[in-house]
């Protein structure tokens, strides 16, 4: 019974901490709210985010990667963000439900693969690109019906866009979803809560000087990418706010450059944004000025 209860604790322990991994939590209580924020949004949402997360999660447990990277979350947040996104994108079917499994069981070796050979953090690279790879396949599967888009006014809310970029992390669009996923983050972190809003006002501020619809920014649309920023470069480089900053609005500005190529620019931006400033602080750090 012991040991049942053991695993029991185990398994749950990985799939709330894969949940609150997305906005690089390891907590239990994180991930619980997370889930809650997105059955209220949909719960079909729901449903291919759990798909996706347990195949990642069961591929790496019967492929024996590390268990304690397992358990803290690390194998499943891409698996759990390529479920959110397939069934954002391609609605719930058994077509989309197959190809979010696959996706699940093949982020894993992916990113065991960064963790051992790439000098970068890899964030959310994995889901990315595997991302891209079902956007591709969806048509081909005719079961791209895109999630329409709730009704808004043109004129953006400030406060409520900005709250809403913590949302659209997770895809979600509605306030109320993304109090929750605020009052999540916060739980696990209060400084990574108030970098996040810093990032998504940040990232509203500089689209706001863009040629971007209103709706979008309303939506919060250009704020989750400034927000992952601004907690990504946080728990790196510490409480620099220039850095930090910069990371948010270089993160804001690329979101459109990848959108004209007609690609879902997913959180492309966010991680690039990331490595060209790790990339940055490496090569100063190891070519210092010389004092005079």
């Known amino acids: 019974m012991d040991k049942t209860l053991r695993n029991l604790s185990y398994w749950l322990d990985a799939l709330l901490h894969s949940f609150s991994q997305i906005l690089f939590q390891s907590s239990r209580h994180c991930g619980l709210l997370l889930l809650l924020a997105i059955g209220v949004e949909s719960p079909w949402l729901l449903a291919g985010g759990l798909c996706g997360c347990l195949a990642a999660l069961l591929g790496a447990g019967l492929g024996a990667f590390d268990r304690d990277r397992l358990r803290s979350g690390d194998y499943g947040y891409n698996g759990a963000l390529l479920g959110l996104g397939v069934t954002a994108l ?20 992916m990113l065991d693969w960064q963790l051992r050979r790439l000098r970068l953090p890899p964030y959310t690279s994995v889901f990315v690109l595997l991302g891209w790879c079902a956007w ?56 990574d809560a108030g970098w996040a809003l810093i990032g998504a006002l940040t990232g509203n501020l500089v689209a706001s000087g ?9 939506l919060g649309l ?16 510490g409480p620099q706010p220039l850095l930090i900053l910069t990371g ?20 492309a931006p966010f991680v690039l944004s990331c490595w060209l400033i790790c990339l940055m602080t490496a090569r100063i750090s190891t070519h210092p000025e010389p004092t005079p």
């Open 136 to 191: 591709g396949l969806l048509p081909l599967l005719q079961a791209f019906a895109p999630v329409a888009a709730e009704a808004v006014g043109d004129r953006p809310l400030p406060v409520q866009s900005v709250m809403q970029g913590l949302g659209q992390v997770l895809f979600l669009g509605s306030p109320l979803a993304a109090l929750l996923v605020l009052l999540g983050l916060t739980l696990a972190s209060a400084r």
């Open 210 to 218: 863009l040629p971007v619809a209103p709706h979008d920014l309303h």
């Open 90 to 109: 391609g609605g719930l079917s058994q077509a989309t439900l197959a190809l979010i499994a696959l996706l699940g069981v093949l982020s894993v070796p």
């Open 248 to 267: 948010s609005a270089v993160a804001t500005l690329l979101q459109p450059l990848l959108a004209q190529l007609g690609i879902p620019p997913f959180t």
């Open 222 to 237: 250009y704020g989750f990418n400034g927000a992952l920023a601004a907690i990504a470069l946080s728990r790196r480089f």
